[in-house]
């Protein structure tokens, strides 16, 4: 079993590659993920002007310190858990642990999937107000069961986390 | 991440998202999206490209706060690793 799984996980890294390289090979992995239809839209309307908002990261890219235990990879629905990360973390603290895109240059600057050095430098000429004091991080690709427990506990338990940090406004980013 | 961010928007805050694969965010409906046709693990752009991924960045604020009708995605047309970024 164990084997099947590291041999699950190395296909997946290679897919995750393969297709990053050759993004016209990716459409048939995109349409067989492609998620139900969702009905709505939820909506609220920005109440402060940009230069006086705490800008809130939160990303799907599966980043996490080195010291948090990582994302499950291991379970083909995904992992539905975030980690949380101190807005002023250094970047050696930061690892990734996500096998469904390539996220070798990431590794190098986590700016391209955590763009948190580029938030602070705009908080700092005045273009935002500032940046919240934690960023919550979840791993994409998540499917099955684990969607339930995304919509309803995780992703949930996140929001009134930015919401004790005073955020203003979120940025959301993929991997 | 459209299905997080649209969790987050419920809770009361307004969010923008970046996308690199417009068939989901289409699926999805999150509430406002900057879409670029960048490969996988490389929304705001190449390592170290500092120029480049301020300009995405600025986008999404752009997005934030411009986009006035819900679901909308904006379609950034920069190509990768073509473009310049001052």
Known sequence: ?175 | MGLVQRVIEGYGIPTVGISIVRQYTEKVKPPRTVFLRWPFGHPLGEPFNRAQQRAVLLKAFEALTGITVPGTIVDVPWQWKRERYE
């Open chain 1, 1 to 175: 079993m164990r084997m099947r799984k590291r041999h699950s996980r190395l296909k997946n890294k290679i897919i995750a590659k393969v297709i990053t390289r050759f993004p016209s090979l990716a459409k048939g992995l995109i349409d067989a993920y492609t998620p139900r239809e969702t009905e709505g839209i939820p909506w609220t309307p920005v109440r402060k002007p940009l230069s006086e908002s705490i800008v809130g990261l939160v990303t799907t890219a599966g980043v996490h310190l080195r010291s948090q235990e990582p994302f499950v990879m291991t379970d083909p629905d995904g992992d539905p858990t975030y980690r949380k990360i101190g807005r002023d973390t250094p970047s050696e603290e930061l690892m990734i642990t996500h096998d469904y895109y390539d996220h070798a240059d990431a590794d190098r600057d986590i700016n391209i999937v955590l763009p948190v050095e580029r938030l602070k430098e705009f908080a700092r000429e005045g273009v935002i107000g500032g940046v919240g004091p934690s960023m919550y991080s979840f791993m994409g690709h998540i499917v099955g069961p684990h969607l339930y427990t995304l919509m309803n506990v995780t992703a949930p338990a996140a929001a009134e986390g930015l919401l004790k940090d005073g955020v203003d406004c979120v940025l959301v980013t993929p991997g």
